[in-house]
């Protein structure tokens, strides 16, 4: 996704228009303390950009968009990342909403090593 930028949600879903969300994606990623997780979202928002990623404290989002391929409408991909550690699994209430459940994706990121 082209024109990745770090707004606050609230904003994002205010520049949408009720009922336009249809098309929107929504994209949680979650996995244990330093298994990847900002990097993963980084590499994709950014290929080619190998800055070095931050510690995520709390909940992270970010939103990518596009023009879609032989329409005239915006893509929107809602990100959301979950810092590492259980105490933090209540901020998911904010994420997974009845609303965006139908495009929505988790992403589990494990550390092998």
Known sequence: MSDAHRHTPRAVYAERKAGDSKADTNVLVVGSKSSGKSTLIARFLKPD???PTK??????YVFARRMSTGAQEKQVSHIWELGGGEDQANLMDAVITPENLRNFVCVICVDLS
């Open 55 to 60: 510690e995520t404290m709390g909940l992270d």
């Open 49 to 51: 950009d190998q800055d």
